[in-house]
């Protein structure tokens, strides 16, 4: 990791480009990108404009410094880390400067992602067909580096297919348009003719060895394409030699695409086969039906998915059996007749080649057909998820890419998959197989500890043995995720000495100085140079004191260094819309505020590699600071990174080096001084009544004064006071259960006890919801006991969450201990415990179990239910005697994050659907902005109230006056408020006035 200091360049690129980053941590977040390599690059500049980075590559040049220009830096082959100034390119420059709708073209910037272009594109009915795995964060610059492959590559092509013209800056500072050219080269700028001329030369000198030695696949992404400059060749266009050449040539500017119609219905034929190798012979078969994809599923991959919960029903619906491959056959064409004739062909043709349900072994086998349109996304969603399992594993051994691209002709494909098994078992090591089958291009990854030089060594091995083979099926060993440090080095015996040659004479005529991106297509280091891993020799883990459990993982601080290397680096959380992860990417779009830059800082950190004390530290504290602690990445991360959890860690660290400020203090211990307060409400709440008070509390205490804060009441949810409980409703309850022996042993046994865990909000805040939930719960006739402290202490109970947002573990665990200690005697009968609060009930199947790992906290975690969870499965399991009565008619659902990463979105929906005639409406919202304290920051305001407005607070406003609002989350419940002046309200209050309703009340 040493890196030259460049202290010229960073003083003149400070002094005129605004976003500018010489820092260890940020130089730090852009030395990976989604392979096992990391180079600690100089700087990292983020322009503004095409003129900033025009400015900064000139200064770059004049300072003798390489340059690396980057989108999402997703890259699987290292092609996107090196010792150069990084141009992200992926936060500015993402406009869509021209579209062409009759001549289904447009020209956008480079740093637009895939997905977004699709979704402005999509009204007019076009799209940019290369689907690639990636689209949710690839950006087209990244794309034309790489020439990206899609699933539907068999229709569409490549990148390269579906680009018509590149306007790039060379490494001269001259901006030059590279298009189509005519062999006069009459269309070419004049500036660059002598450059054009040099490579149409270079081809046509070439064209033999051209001929001969480029591989005859379609997924052939290695080396410059100096294909399409051929003599001969009927529509030679110069952008595509900009086409994969990973950012080595030029920095493209400009892209002009060629657009497809959207696809229309589909027909999806799901190919069972009894044998691996028999599916894989299958596949050259097949794609003469002119299917759009073909795409693989093994047997590990359907057994890794039928172990998710959510994936399960999908597999029922069409999985037959126990299959050793799937084949998921697609049709596109416009006319749907035709989709159905080529599906009824495609049963034809395994039945005469000898497949049959009737048959046993490796003949057996046959088609489901699929012509739900959302069955065909949820199988491709599947099939990702599979993926996603397999990169989940928690072992120091991870599934590494380097030979998962190579592509071989089809009639190969059985015995090269079968050899290449063969090579991984003599290694020691195995892999599963996905991906594109039509093309010819498996993806595979075999498991490999590269801390270890044996495992080192055993991929240089395999990587030998396997493009040794490819090589002799003519095949391709860069098929779809580009050279970079991987396959560079391997270009001599793919392509042969002399074309390598003639590659670096493209490199040189463009850039003889090495300005851009050295050492990728050509001049490659070995791409087992043990200092460019990112698990190098001197990647030394420091010893830590964590205080949660990561037992679940390997390493130091308990496990906590293997919890912080799940990040691969794929970008998932890059998402900028769909699904919830990473709420403040999604408004500032920096690095360092994305899942995957908090995750590389944290393990830079924990390995020494930012120097002294870098976990505690200021700059890891910024680099934490925007983590709303949503959970999101939990649920999403294809690996499942905990940002949440490992903030905590942070948080404590600095807790116990720094102490707490007045801000984490009146934060933290609100459930302490809470019972104070509300016996002083009006004291309290003078802050925002007096003028100037929330000011001074701005200044003194941080919170902003642009926020009401919480309105402290003295009628507050009191756990001995019955008598205060809803009346007539009342349940039969009992605040003292616990304690009482007698009860103990005749409850719990007839199904009707539950016991009701009144939260801190909810209790000082907002007891409505606590009353709601008690008349429900009474209405529905069941005996409800309020969890009450079993110690001495008579202050409430309490989850602990305040305590560990401001990293008071010690605190948040006594919390833990005593509701464990108040509920123990309710988990002993099964008796099931009911939360409101999302983040507080939550925490019950997630930190406490953290906190206090054991059998106690499991119980709790497998009986603690939110009331909508609750009384979902008791209706489901037909127990629920509860009259519901209409309430209105249309309901708006916003759900708390935890909600969503606890997958229990689906219950409150569903708990708003027993009520009759409500229609019930989800906002597709991420985070609302609020999460608990960040809201209230005064320098977090801002961002809190960027995310509202990303799409919850929008969607409240388009609601129509009479539409029911219900988010669960008191803050979600606030920042709804704030926003839009509209009370949402706790879905238990809705089902309490829907039970009212019916009891004529
Ligand atoms: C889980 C996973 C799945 C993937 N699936 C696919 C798949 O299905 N198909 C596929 O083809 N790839 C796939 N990839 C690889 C990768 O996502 C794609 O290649 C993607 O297009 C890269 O886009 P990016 O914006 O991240 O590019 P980056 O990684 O940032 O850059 C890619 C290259 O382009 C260069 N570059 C970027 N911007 C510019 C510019 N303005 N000027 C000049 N050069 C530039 C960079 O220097 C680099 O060499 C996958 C990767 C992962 C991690
Ligand atoms: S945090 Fe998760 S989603 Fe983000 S890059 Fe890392 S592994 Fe991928
Ligand atoms: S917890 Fe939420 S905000 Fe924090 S990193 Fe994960 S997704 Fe992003």
New binding site residues.
């Given amino acids: 990791m040493a890196v030259a200091q460049m202290p010229g360049l960073e003083r003149r690129l400070k002094a005129e480009l605004p976003e500018v980053h010489f820092d260890r941590f940020t130089r730090g977040r852009y030395a990976t ?2 392979s096992h390599y990391q180079i600690m690059p100089v700087g990292v500049v983020i322009p503004r404009s095409i003129a900033q980075a025009e400015q900064a590559i000139a200064l770059a040049r004049a300072e003798g410094v390489s340059v ?9 082959s290292g ?2 880390v090196n010792e150069s100034l990084v ?1 992200d ?2 936060k500015y ?1 993402t406009r869509i400067l021209q579209v062409d709708v009759a001549g289904r073209r447009c020209v956008v910037e ?2 637009i992602v895939l997905d977004e272009l699709n979704r402005a594109l999509k009204p007019h009915g076009l799209w940019f067909p290369v689907d ?3 689209s949710s ?3 087209l ?6 020439n ?4 539907r590559s068999l229709r569409y092509g490549n990148t390269r297919e579906n680009v018509l013209s590149v306007d ?1 800056v060379l490494p001269d500072g001259r901006a030059a348009h590279f298009g189509r050219v005519t062999s006069d080269l009459s269309a070419v700028d004049a500036s660059v003719r002598p450059l054009a001329q040099r490579l149409l030369g270079l081809a046509a000198r070439e064209a033999n060895e051209i001929e001969t030695r480029f591989p005859k696949v379609q997924r052939r992404v290695g080396g410059y394409n100096l294909d399409a400059l051929l003599p001969g060749n009927n529509d030679p266009n110069l952008a595509h030699i900009l086409v994969g ?4 040539l ?4 400009k892209i002009e695409l060629k657009l497809s119609p959207l696809l229309g219905s589909r027909a999806v034929g799901a190919c069972h086969f009894g044998s691996f190798h028999e599916a894989m012979s299958a596949a050259q078969h097949i794609v003469k039906l002119g299917p759009i994809a073909v795409e693989l599923v093994d047997r590990t991959m359907i057994g890794l998915a039928s172990d998710i919960a959510m994936f399960r029903p999908t597999l029922q619906q069409f999985v037959r059996g126990e299959p050793d491959a799937i084949l998921l056959v697609e049709f596109g064409e416009d006319d749907q007749e035709e989709n159905l004739r080529r599906l009824r062909r495609l049963e034809e043709l395994l039945g005469d080649l000898g497949f049959g349900w009737d048959k046993s072994g490796a003949r057996w086998g046959g088609v489901v057909e699929v012509l739900d349109p959302k069955l065909q996304m949820a199988i491709m969603e599947l099939r990702t998820a599979g ?1 996603n399992v397999m990169m989940s594993m928690k072992e120091e051994g991870k599934p590494i890419s380097f030979v998962e691209d190579c592509a071989v002709p089809l009639e190969h494909l059985a015995e090269y998959t079968a050899r290449l098994t063969d090579i991984f078992e003599k290694h020691g090591t195995r892999g599963t197989w996905y991906a594109h089958a039509s093309v010819g291009c498996l993806h595979v990854r075999p498991v490999l500890n590269l801390r270890l030089d044996k495992d080192v060594k055993a991929m240089r091995a395999i990587a030998e043995e396997a493009f040794a083979m490819v090589r002799a099926y003519k095949g391709s060993h860069s098929g ?3 050279d ?1 440090i991987v396959r560079s080095e391997f270009h001599a015996p793919m392509f042969g000495e002399r074309l390598v040659r003639a590659f670096e004479d493209v490199k040189d005529s463009f850039d003889p100085n090495g300005l ?2 050295p050492g ?1 297509i050509v001049r490659a280091p070995k791409f087992d140079d043990r200092e460019l891993l990112r698990y190098g020799p001197h990647y030394r883990p420091q010893p830590m004191t964590t205080r949660l459990d990561w037992s679940a993982y390997p390493g130091m601080g308990g496990g906590f260094q293997g919890a912080v290397e799940m990040c ?4 998932a959380c890059r998402n900028l819309s769909g699904g919830v992860m990473c709420p403040s990417y999604r408004v500032t779009k920096n690095e360092r505020d994305v899942t995957r830059g908090r995750a590389n800082s944290l393990r830079l950190a924990i390995t020494g590699q930012l120097g002294a004390d870098a976990f505690a530290s200021d700059d890891m504290a910024e680099t934490l600071k925007l983590c709303v602690s949503c959970k999101a990445c939990r649920r999403e991360c ?1 690996t499942g990174v905990d940002m949440a959890r490992m903030k905590i860690e942070v948080q404590a660290a600095r807790a116990a080096k720094h102490g707490l400020s007045l801000h984490e203090r009146l934060v933290g211990y609100l459930p302490r001084y809470a019972p104070y307060a509300s016996k002083l409400p009006w004291l309290l709440n003078l802050r925002d009544m007096i003028p100037g008070a929330a000011a001074l509390s701005e200044a003194v205490a941080g919170f902003a004064a642009r926020r009401a804060l919480p309105k402290w009441r003295s009628d507050v949810f009191r756990d001995d006071n019955e008598s205060s409980w809803p009346g007539s409703s009342r349940p039969s309850t009992s605040s003292s259960w616990g304690k009482d022996v007698d009860a103990r042993h005749k409850a719990g046994h007839d199904g009707r006890d539950v016991v009701l865990f009144a939260d801190t909000f909810n209790r000082y805040f907002e007891r409505e919801n606590v009353d709601a939930a008690l008349s429900v719960l009474g209405a529905a006739g069941y005996r409800v006991h309020v969890a009450t402290p079993v110690d001495d202490n008579t202050r409430p109970l309490c989850c602990g969450r305040t305590f560990l947002s401001v990293g008071l573990i010690d605190e948040a665990r006594k919390e833990a201990e005593r509701v464990l200690a108040a509920l123990e005697p309710y988990l002993a009968h099964r008796i099931p415990v009911i939360g409101l609060e999302p983040s507080c009930l939550l925490g019950f199947r997630d930190e406490i179990p953290a906190l206090i790992p054991g059998q106690a906290s499991r119980r709790l975690a497998a009986h603690a239910f939110l009331l909508e969870e609750f009384l979902v499965r008791e209706a489901e399991a037909g127990k629920l005697n509860l009259a519901l009565r209409p309430v209105g008619e249309r309901v708006l659902l916003h759900g708390h994050c935890h909600q969503k990463s606890f997958g229990a979105m689906g219950a409150v929906e569903g708990a708003l659907r027993l009520i009759p005639g409500l229609a019930v409406e989800t906002v597709d919202s991420s985070c609302c902005g609020m999460a608990g304290s960040f809201g209230y920051g005064a320098d977090t305001i801002d961002v809190s109230l960027a995310m509202g407005e990303l799409s919850l607070l929008p969607a409240v406003r388009k609601a129509a006056p009479d539409t029911l609002l219900v988010a669960d989350g008191t803050s979600c419940r606030q920042q709804i408020h704030d926003g839009t002046g509209r009370q949402a309200i706790h879905v238990a209050r809705v089902l309490a006035m829907s039970a009212a309703a019916a009891r004529g009340m």
Avoid: W, Y
């Fill in positions: 990108d989604a690396l220009p980057r989108g999402g830096g997703t890259s699987q092609q996107t141009i390119c992926s420059l480079p740093g690639i795995s990636t964060r690839a950006t610059g990244g794309m034309v580096g790489n990206s492959c899609g699933a790039a050449s990973e950012g080595t030029a920095f493209t500017t993926l779809e995720h580009g970079g851009f991106n990728k691969n680096n794929n970008g294809p």
